[in-house]
């Protein structure tokens, strides 16, 4: 079993439609979760981070934690033709950064 | 602001030769990472740095070693190329927390075939 786990996709989702994209992980000890956002032929990017449980909002971007399921969720309203890319989550242990564990990411198409 | 740089961009290696990919950052971050990126696997470490002088192992550090002899500079060296070594690199950088925002800047990524 993987430590991280998320579904490849593709997800294709008509322009407007809400997308939920998920990672499940097996090591209790995460404490800090991720969302990089990954344009084709271009490194990733930070999208949201989140620290332990709870929602965190960024205008069109929810991330969800729940450490009791070992779940974590991205929420895209009102997805854009712009943000098709692959979703990579990730998460570390510790606040130090030297550890993160990377899921192997969601390409995820918005159709206009 | 240039942020990290990778050189090269696109690498053709015969199987057995030897090779140098170099990561710039200008951010002076302490962490430096190499990671490699196969389609299903996502991102995997293969060696990082926490400072100037230091480089550690990850997940999938066979076949490849790393040098860090100044603070900005990140080599991640092939000595005998493998097919299994094909693959999109990645080098990233970071600081330790601050106000619990760690992050981890890409490069744009050395896309490296190995015949």
């Known amino acids: 079993q993987k430590e991280v786990e998320q579904d490849p996709g593709p997800l294709s989702v008509p322009e407007g439609a809400i997308v939920s994209l998920n990672c499940t992980y097996s090591n209790s000890a995460f404490q800090y979760f991720m969302w990089y956002r990954q344009y084709s032929r271009k490194g990733p990017e930070l999208l949201m981070y989140?620290?332990?449980?709870g929602n965190k909002e960024d205008g069109r971007f929810t991330a969800q934690v729940d450490k009791s399921s070992k779940y974590i969720s991205l929420f895209i309203r009102d997805s854009q033709p712009s943000d098709s890319a692959t979703y990579l989550c990730a998460m570390t242990v510790d606040n130090y950064g030297q550890n993160f564990v990377f899921g192997p990411g969601t390409r995820l198409s918005v159709l206009p | 602001n240039a942020g990290v740089t990778q050189t090269p961009k696109f690498r053709v290696l015969k199987t057995g030769q030897s090779m140098t990919l170099l990561c710039a950052q200008d951010?002076?971050?302490?962490?430096m990472y190499w990671y490699r990126q196969d389609p299903g696997m996502g991102l995997r470490l293969i060696h990082y740095s926490v400072g100037e002088g230091t480089t550690a192992k990850g997940e999938v550090p066979d076949g490849y070693n790393v040098s860090r002899l100044k603070k900005q500079n990140f080599l991640l060296g092939l000595e005998s190329a493998a097919p299994s070594q094909t693959s999109v690199y990645f080098c990233?950088?970071?600081?330790?927390?601050?106000?619990?925002?760690?992050?981890?800047?890409f490069g744009q990524g050395t896309r490296l075939t190995v015949v």
């Open positions: 989140t620290y332990s449980s």
């Open positions: 990233a950088s970071s600081s330790p927390i601050q106000a619990l925002n760690t992050e981890a800047f």
């Open positions: 951010m002076n971050h302490e962490y």
